[in-house]
C-alpha cells in the first residue's frame, strides 16, 4: 500500500485546510485509515481515525468539533477537513492505513502551519 499526501500549508489561525491521502496497492485490505501528527519536540499522536467498511469514526479530543475526517472508498482517498485552526495544531501530518494483523503503512507527511 503506497499513501501520498496533499493539502498542507500555511494559514492564519482562525482559517481552514483540507488535507488529502490517497492510497494506491492492496487498497482492498484497508481495515482503518487515519491522521496522525507530529510537531517538533513531540511524540507523534493520533488525530482522527476512520473504519473503511462502516465508516466508524474516532477523534482526538483536542480536534472535536473542528476537523472531519471523512473517505471516498471508491477513489481510494481519505480526507481531514481543519477548521478553525489554532497555532497548536501545527505539525507535521500523516496518513495512516491499517491492514490487521500488525500490518501498517505511512505516507511521507504534510507540513501544516497555523500562524497566530
Known amino acids: 500500500v503506497q499513501l501520498v499526501e496533499s493539502g498542507g500549508g500555511l494559514v492564519q489561525a482562525g482559517g481552514s485546510l483540507r488535507l488529502s491521502c490517497a492510497a494506491s496497492?492492496?487498497?482492498?485490505?484497508?481495515?482503518?485509515m487515519g491522521w496522525y501528527r507530529q510537531a517538533p519536540g513531540k511524540q507523534r499522536e493520533l488525530v482522527a481515525i476512520?473504519?473503511?467498511?462502516?465508516?466508524?469514526?474516532n477523534y482526538a479530543d483536542s480536534v472535536k468539533g473542528r476537523f472531519t475526517i471523512s473517505r471516498d472508498n471508491a477513489e481510494n482517498t481519505m480526507y481531514l477537513q481543519m477548521n478553525s485552526l489554532k497555532p497548536e495544531d501545527t505539525a507535521v501530518y500523516y496518513c495512516?492505513?491499517?491492514?490487521?494483523?500488525?500490518?501498517?503503512?505511512w505516507g511521507q507527511g504534510t507540513q501544516v502551519t497555523v500562524s497566530s
Open positions: 476512520i473504519t473503511t467498511g462502516a465508516g466508524v469514526t
Open positions: 496497492g492492496s487498497t482492498f485490505s484497508i481495515n482503518a
Open positions: 495512516y492505513a491499517f491492514l490487521g494483523k500488525g500490518e501498517d503503512y
